[in-house]
């Protein structure tokens, strides 16, 4: 072994179905083919014997970083992206709730719900505060959440056109995203929020096709919610960048698929970005969860193969698929930063978008600065998954980054608290890799269905996907 | 640094915007630019149509010399952009091989006569050609052959300045461009017109080298580590931060299609534009006849009647003949791509950038830079991806821009 370079501790080796070795580094972001004649020797060099291995193979291994230089500290390095990202001064991060009162009653909410609205002195005081923190600043970036951020189209407009006005003063850029329950983003509310220009993303929750999304997200007084969605949706997508997102369960993995097929068959794979989430029981809302008959909680252990199966499911129906080793690099939630926060509707500051509505859990007001060494801050501040166990000494820790920091302060189990890829590495590495760089593989990675397909429901447009609820 | 620079001290201040920018050239390409830079060596320098200096491409290249992509710069200092565009992937042609196969396919297509080449010419933005001297029976004549396609484009009388047509420019149509880039610029004035920016640019540079040495940071240091030394982040990576610029803009998730035939640039950006909106059956054959595209292209009309068609009458399209920077990524922040006209030649804009820098002295706004991201359909069944700026010396760039919208 040249003592130059060493193994990297991030390498994953996976088979590839025409029985070549992948090996990818979780790290660096990088794979190798080697053939199966090859597959020993690199076996051999990154176990630290590879005594007489050929010399090309080597230095293929050192070119795709699977060796690195003696001198990396790859877990250094990490800690202090980590911390690097947590004291950022370049970026103002704003997650703005202008009400946490909502139109649907979706069974699984975490959210404390409340009424109110905005009032026009927080609003000011909102701006006033992005006043103040901009200068800089080279970005600021903007989430739209709520409750139902849209129950507050008016705040939105007046203050996005503030934010912007500043931003362009100062030279910062200025990015916009939401999340909404997609039933009042109708046509002239989407003409509306096109004009302010800026979004980058504008998610949209749907959870399956009609019947399964209808029996976790009604509206509040009762009603269906997915056509007027569905609709509202297929405006959308032509003005704004959309994104839907399917909460899943153990009930509803087939609505999710019929979904994916639904939103295909409208002719939006192309141009909307589709991923799935586990619902989780964390956050005041939802404590109960456990007693409701339309939700059966997966830990990421059971989401792990359904989210996979669902991602395959959407790539060959020609969605992007939003791969672990394709998203933005070494980053980690919002929570543990110091240059982000969340507002609440009365300019409460919260650190975690889980814990608003959680009075015991605010960091301060946006009228007056950020008590730094109060508790409530200095928890997340605490919280560095590069330095503590077991997350530093997982080798997943490059994908996930620590994850949900909100899941590690709650001291949710393991199976909640570590990343849904852990559960399924190698497959969803051998997927990724086929689907950006051999697409040929793709067929041979197994169904992307399962066996025993029900029939068909009418609304998926001859799908062979169903409901189960 | 003059208005009028060495290639050397080009070479030197394309590097260092380059760098502000090129991790968002890499998250735009998904390819890994961390250790490429713009290479010093001597660049290709592009001649008009009428012999004077027009471009002078810069190879970017990794730090074990591989070249990624091309820097196109002035060749007439500020009276044209810094940065013209940006075109990262495999290189169209190799300029040493590309000569010498025009000049051997020339030998061929004109037996018995002398030929010798003058060197590279932009026939038609953004084509880039060889211009050959043929010298038969004491008559001489310049043959214009495509750089890329090792083609024959066309024949002018030697002398000729410019051709005695614009093709494809004066008649509204868009498909196979030929036309003097020099004929089309503005008559020069006392200033240059990129004077302004070319001096922003350099007294920017300058602030940020100083500020830079004051915390004993030296730009891309002489002495180059190797790559896998550079990790974990140098002192110097960490400072340069700093100083990138604040950025925004738009990149949609569109593929590259070329072109089929020479005049088929409209019916590849149709082609995108419908993969895009979900229509994925139509080959650039049907959408030729869908366009009525003709021997020298087709026009917007055709365009706009057959896009409608072509999406069972689910879109429609308008045209803003001179949309301003604001109207293209206002719409383009909308997400759907549109088709766009530069003299002659159809090409998708897929997203745009504007990277905005700030005096590291005082914290305020000192530069702008804003680029188009065009999926550009030229060369014939090739296409290449290109990052330009959107502000051109000639008044006919990015006009006739056809917007998309669902129909009511």
């Known amino acids: ?469 | 640094m003059p208005l009028a620079p060495t290639a050397e001290q080009q070479a030197r201040m394309l590097d260092f915007y380059y760098a502000s920018f090129s991790h968002d050239v890499s998250l735009m390409t998904g390819l890994d630019l961390a250790n490429t830079s713009v290479s010093a060596q001597v660049p290709l320098e592009i001649a008009d149509l009428d012999g004077s200096p027009l471009f002078r491409d810069f190879a970017i290249a990794g730090a074990d010399g591989r070249r990624v992509g091309v820097l196109r710069s002035s060749a007439r200092g500020a009276a044209l952009p810094l940065i013209d565009a940006i075109m990262i992937g495999q290189a169209l042609f190799d300029p040493e091989v590309a000569e010498r196969d025009c000049q051997a396919r020339a030998a061929a297509e004109y037996p018995g006569a002398t030929v010798r080449s003058r060197g590279f010419v932009c026939y038609g933005y953004p084509r880039i050609g060889v211009s050959i001297d043929v010298t038969r029976g004491g008559q001489v004549i310049r043959a214009i052959y495509d750089a890329h396609m090792t083609a024959l484009v066309r024949e002018l009388p030697a002398g000729a300045a410019r051709p005695a047509t614009d093709a494809g420019v004066r008649r509204g149509e868009e498909g196979e461009p030929f036309y003097s880039y020099s004929a089309q610029l503005p008559e020069a004035g006392e200033v240059p017109p990129f004077a302004d920016e070319w001096q922003r640019a350099a007294r920017h540079m300058t602030n940020v080298t100083r500020v830079l040495a004051h915390r004993g940071v030296t730009f891309r240091p002489a002495t180059a580590e190797p790559p896998s030394d550079r990790l974990p982040p140098t002192r110097a990576e960490d400072a340069l931060e700093d100083f990138r610029p604040a950025m925004q803009g738009v990149t949609l998730p569109i593929g590259l299609i070329g072109q089929e035939t020479p005049v088929f640039c409209a019916v590849a950006t149709i082609k995108m534009i419908l993969g895009y909106l979900g229509f994925h059956d139509p080959t650039q054959a049907v959408i030729a006849q869908a366009v009525r595209t003709g021997a020298t292209g087709t026009t917007n009309d055709n365009m706009i009647r057959g896009l409608n068609e072509l999406t069972g009458g689910k879109w429609a399209a308008t045209l803003v003949d001179r949309p301003t920077l604001g109207d293209s990524s206002q719409y383009l922040g909308g997400f759907v791509p549109a088709k766009s006209g530069i003299p002659g030649h159809a090409r998708l804009l897929r997203g745009y950038r504007e990277y905005v820098y700030r005096d590291p002295t005082t914290g305020l706004p000192s530069l702008r830079q804003s680029f188009y991201l065009v999926n550009d359909p030229y060369p014939t069944r090739n296409g290449q991806y290109a990052m330009e700026n959107a502000q051109k010396p000639i008044d006919d760039f990015y006009r006739n821009l056809l917007k998309l919208q669902p129909a009511t």
């Open chain 1, 1 to 469: 072994m040249n003592a130059d370079y060493l193994p990297s501790r991030y390498v994953e080796e996976a088979p590839l179905p025409d029985g070549r070795t992948l090996l990818a580094n979780l790290l660096w972001r990088t794979f190798l083919e080697v053939s199966p004649q090859e597959a020993p020797a690199a076996r051999a060099i990154l176990r630290g014997d590879g005594a007489g291995a050929p010399e090309a193979l080597r230095q293929r291994l050192v070119d795709a970083r699977m060796l690195i230089a003696a001198s990396v500290d790859e877990a250094g390095f990490m800690s202090r992206r980590y911390e690097q990202t947590r004291y950022a001064t370049h970026v103002l991060g704003l997650t703005l709730a202008p009400t946490l009162d909502c139109n649907l009653a979706c069974v699984y909410c975490y959210e404390n719900k409340r009424p109110g609205r905005m009032s026009a002195e927080t609003e000011q005081q909102v701006a006033d505060y992005v006043r103040r923190m901009l200068p800089g600043r080279k970005s600021v970036a903007v989430t739209w959440h709520g409750g139902e951020p849209l129950l507050c189209r008016e705040t939105i407009l007046r203050l996005s056109r503030a934010f912007i006005a500043m931003s362009d003063h100062e030279g910062a850029s200025y990015h916009a995203f939401m999340l909404t329950n997609g039933y009042l983003l109708t046509p002239p509310v989407v003409e509306e929020l096109a004009a302010l220009g800026h979004w980058r993303r504008v998610q949209v929750t749907i959870d399956g096709t009609a019947a399964s999304h209808d029996a976790k997200r009604p509206a509040k007084g009762g009603g269906a919610t997915f056509a007027r969605i569905s609709e509202n949706l297929c405006h959308a997508a032509t003005r704004l960048p959309m994104v839907v997102r399917g909460n899943v369960d153990l009930l509803n993995p087939a609505g999710c698929h019929a979904l994916l097929e639904h939103l295909a068959a409208l002719g939006l794979a192309g141009r909307i970005e589709v991923y799935f989430a586990p619902v989780h029981p964390f956050g005041q809302g939802c404590r109960d969860l456990a007693d409701k008959a339309a939700v059966s909680v997966a830990s990421n252990a059971q989401f792990a193969p359904i989210e996979l199966e669902l991602r395959q499911h959407a790539c060959a129906l020609g969605f992007s698929d939003r791969g672990y080793l394709a998203r933005p690099w070494l980053q980690q939630c919002q929570a543990t930063s110091t240059h982000s926060v969340v507002i609440e509707p009365d300019g409460s500051l919260q650190r975690c978008t889980l814990e608003m509505g959680e009075d015991d859990r605010r960091i301060g007001h946006v009228s007056r600065p950020i008590e730094v060494n109060s508790e409530n801050v200095l928890r997340w501040l605490r919280f560095d998954p590069t330095r503590q166990p077991p997350c530093r000494e997982c080798r997943v820790l490059p994908v996930c980054f620590g994850y949900c920091p909100h899941r590690h302060l709650s001291g949710a189990p393991e199976e909640f608290a570590c990343a849904e890829i852990r559960y399924r590495l190698r497959e969803s590495v051998v997927f990724e890799y086929a689907a950006r760089h051999r697409p040929d593989l793709l067929a041979a990675l197994g169904p992307a269905r399962p066996a025993a397909a029900p029939a068909c429901p009418p609304e998926c447009g001859g799908a062979p996907w169903t409901n189960e609820t």
